[in-house]
């Protein structure tokens, strides 16, 4: 069981805005920046946000992350059919001294 | 080409043995901090181990601590995973991750990944 929580799905219709939750606790979400990937089938993550909210070179700025407390989003507006992947949030624990993912999230375009 | 390309993997049996490796190119291998992450298929993303740029620190997952090792060589550009006394829930796909650069853990490289498969 991930110590960072994600609902298991989420589902938009083209051009929609879709939002994620990733929730956490003071150990982790709470003290260090918070990344979001996004896992395509039968391929490797690519890194969509660091830093909490920045984008690397070449992600759309469809997608934005933010963080509040002990709790982050990820936001994908304008969805697309290529959006459809699954999505999972990480950060650092530091009483764990261990990298963090959540359980992921299954983005479906109806 | 910037790439990570990991081998090593295969059939082994509960109790067994495995050395993953995973060797980097097109990038300054030593000035960077090194990952293993693993995945079962249909499952998600569990991460492994870390290990420092020159290899003087190290952190484990409590599920693989005191049975695997991570480890470098950066003359050979190369992370390895020595995974010891294997069990059937060990049987995932490896990845081996880079972070950013000024960053421990924002993973911008991935590799192909290794399949290991612990069973009789």
């Known amino acids: 069981q991930s110590v960072l929580t994600q609902p298991p799905s989420a589902s938009g219709t083209p051009g929609q805005r879709v939002t994620i939750s990733c929730s956490g606790s003071s150990s982790n979400i709470g003290s260090y920046t918070v990344y979001w990937y996004q896992q395509l089938p039968g391929t490797a993550p690519k890194l969509l946000i660091y830093?909490?909210?920045q984008r690397p070179s070449g992600v759309p700025d469809r997608f934005s992350g933010s963080k509040s407390g002990t709790s982050a989003s990820l936001a994908i507006s304008g969805l697309q059919s290529e959006d459809e992947a699954d999505y999972y949030c990480a950060a650092w624990d530091a009483s764990l001294n261990a990298v963090l993912f959540g359980g992921g999230t299954k983005v479906t375009v109806l | 080409d910037v790439q990570l390309v990991e081998s090593g993997g295969g059939l082994v049996q509960p109790g067994g043995s495995l050395r993953l490796s995973c060797a980097a190119s097109?990038?300054?291998?030593?000035?960077?901090?090194m990952h293993w992450v693993r995945q079962v298929p249909g499952e998600g993303l569990v991460w492994v181990s870390r290990?420092?740029?020159?290899?003087?620190?190290?952190n484990y997952a409590d599920s693989v601590k005191g049975r695997f090792t991570i480890s470098r060589d950066n003359a050979k550009n190369t992370v390895y995973l020595q995974m010891n006394s294997l069990r059937a829930e060990d049987t995932a796909l490896y990845y081996c991750a880079r972070p950013m650069a000024d960053t421990r853990n924002a993973f911008d490289m991935w590799g192909q990944g290794t399949m290991v498969t612990v069973s009789s």
């Open positions: 097109g990038f300054t291998f030593s000035s960077y901090w």
């Open positions: 290990i420092d740029s020159d290899g003087s620190s190290t």
């Open positions: 830093g909490n909210n």
